[in-house]
Nanobody, 121 residues
Framework: QVQLVESGGGLVRAGGSLRLSCVVS????????MGWYRQAPGKQRELVAL???????IDADSVKGRFSISRDNAKNTVYLQMNSLKPEDTAVYYC???????????????WGQGTQVTVSS
């Protein structure tokens, strides 16, 4: 049983900052990669940032230079530091984990329930 729980969303003014956290709970897995996605009303879910098992990161062009993804392997936690927030960043942010299940045949994607980020002008 694996569960992803996001926290840290909220209401902020443009130019403000938030830090999102995602904790992966359970046992019998190792993390291949984790990432943050977001979905605004009427739009497709899009990748915001991800971090691979090797520690490399990928950021969407729209957030490059403003957002930073990081992880704490000991806590099975990934963070998204969001600075210089803009109204267009308003969306539900979802945590994703690609996990290798021990003694399994491959890796599987798991999703959190999402946390709302609203940025006012």
């Amino acid at each position: 049983q694996v569960q992803l729980v996001e926290s840290g969303g909220g209401l902020v003014r443009a130019g403000g900052s938030l830090r999102l956290s995602c904790v992966v709970s359970g046992s019998g897995f190792s993390i291949n990669a984790m990432g943050w996605y977001r979905q605004a009303p009427g739009k497709q879910r899009e990748l915001v940032a991800l971090i691979t098992r090797g520690g490399s990161t990928i950021d969407a062009d729209s957030v490059k230079g403003r957002f930073s993804i990081s992880r704490d392997n000991a806590k099975n936690t990934v963070y998204l530091q969001m600075n210089s927030l803009k109204p267009e960043d308003t969306a539900v942010y979802y945590c994703n984990a690609n996990l290798l299940i021990r003694d399994g045949l491959g890796a599987y994607d798991y999703w959190g329930q999402g946390t709302q980020v609203t940025v006012s002008s």
